[in-house]
């Protein structure tokens, strides 16, 4: 089992920045991706940005450019530093780490999330 442990959310301006932490213990694969996923009332579950153990990055195109996503394998944690924060940011941020086995299937474990809100 994997747990995960978000911190770092709450209410920003629009314009202001945010940086989320997560950080994870338990039995935790070499190979592994790590990711931030949000959602919104009312919207589905989407992918915001994941860096895999070796350190390649993903990110949705809504955020390309202002958000970034980094890791500390020492620490098992995971970071994303949100700049010039919109009102559509708004949401609930989970944190998700996948474990990769070697026969490419994946352990799917998920944080208890995290409210960013974005309001004047």
């Known amino acids: 089992q994997v747990q995960l442990v978000e911190s770092g959310g709450g209410l920003v301006q629009p314009g202001g920045s945010l940086r989320l932490s997560c950080a994870a213990s338990g039995n935790i694969f070499s190979i592994n991706v790590m990711g931030w996923y949000r959602q919104a009332p009312g919207k589905e579950r989407e992918l915001v940005a994941s860096?895999?153990?070796?350190?390649?990055?993903n990110y949705a195109d809504s955020v390309k450019g202002r958000f970034t996503i980094s890791r500390d394998n020492a620490k098992n944690t995971v970071y994303l530093q949100m700049n010039r924060l919109k009102p559509d940011d708004s949401a609930v941020y989970y944190c998700?780490?996948?474990?990769?086995?070697?026969?490419?299937?994946?352990?799917?474990?998920w944080g208890q999330g995290t409210q960013v809100t974005v309001s004047s």
């Open positions: 998700n780490l996948q474990n990769h086995h070697s026969d490419a299937t994946r352990d799917n474990y």
């Open positions: 860096i895999s153990s070796g350190a390649n990055t």
